[in-house]
């Protein structure tokens, strides 16, 4: 059994949990969740804590894991909210936010836009941070990455956008 299944987890306060027949809603002051069980898995509702075990399902073990990480992520969505930070390195990269569209001046010959997904927000505190929040980490997680793929960081002056936990390392350049 997964290790983490071991443990209950624990209902934040002002998070409520409902089982319904075949999912549970999750309804906190930052959103609201359905997840929809798989017969593998049950979940038992007590004393504010969720008790996850396997059934005799042929899934049993690799579904065990998967959804305790993702009830964690959805009670954690819907109390406190996930957030990621990027930074853009080089010289006149710039981040504008007008609205829920993201400009961004990465040295190409035109500006890049993107617009926010539905759920997540974008700011920009100063011209090379972006912040983004919102409630579901998964969604939060692929604007990330998806506004990182317009320039990736290079690995020879590392301009570019990078997560503001990455470390790229810098290559030597050839000698004569």
Known sequence: ????????LVIPAG???NKLENHLKIKGSKGVFDYAIHPAVTFTIESGKIIVAPTKHH???SMLGTSVIALKNMLIGA???FERKLKLNGVGYRAKVQGNTLELTLGFSHPVTFTAPAGVTIQAPSNTEIVI?????QVVGQTAAKIRGFREPECYKG???RY???H???KETKKK
Do not use: H, N
Not at 1 to 8: T, V, Y
């Open 1 to 8: 059994m997964s290790r983490l299944a071991r443990k209950p």
């Open 15 to 17: 998070v409520e949990v």
């Open 59 to 61: 899934l049993a073990k």
């Open 79 to 81: 109390s406190q909210g």
């Open 133 to 137: 929040t919102g409630s579901d980490k």
């Open 159 to 161: 301009k570019g956008v």
């Open 164 to 166: 503001d936990d990455e």
């Open 168 to 170: 790229v390392v810098i």
